[in-house]
């Protein structure tokens, strides 16, 4: 009984219901679109923007590039000061980390493994 009364309903809406196109809704972002997020930024963000385009990384945000470490090509160090603590983890399996200090001039060794290190001077971008 009700799936007769189901397929009856069915079969009416079928034939009674016209189809109508669906009308798209207006939006107020229609004539210029949404906005890019670099449109969109301002500020510290924009700088930041502009900035990774250029190549540049005012921030140190990205992974520091890989040196050999040796005294021809040692780890680059940036600093505001004339000195900085580094961390060397000599062994890539080492769970203790040699701490020292590193001094603007010439390349320093880690006084465990002797990976060479220098200090760059790094001027903060405000
Ligand atoms: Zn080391």
């Known amino acids: 009984m009700a799936a007769r009364l189901l397929f009856r309903t069915a079969v009416r809406a079928s ?7 669906v009308k798209t809704l207006a939006r107020g972002m229609a004539a210029g679109g949404i906005p890019t997020d670099e449109e969109q ?3 510290l963000e924009k700088v930041l923007m502009h900035a990774t385009k250029e190549g540049k990384d005012p921030y140190s945000m990205f992974r520091p590039k890989e040196y050999a ?7 680059l160090v940036p600093s ?3 000195k900085r603590i580094v961390g060397c983890v000599c062994e890539e399996d080492n ?5 020292f ?8 060794r880690c006084p465990s493994c002797g990976a060479h290190y220098k200090l760059v001077p790094h001027e903060l971008p405000h």
């Open 15 to 21: 034939t009674t219901l016209r189809v109508t196109p």
């Open 41 to 43: 930024a301002t500020g």
């Open 69 to 75: 470490g040796s005294k021809e090509d040692p780890h």
């Open 80 to 82: 505001i000061t004339n």
């Open 95 to 99: 769970t203790a980390v040699v701490w």
């Open 101 to 108: 200090w590193l001094h603007q001039g010439e390349a320093q």
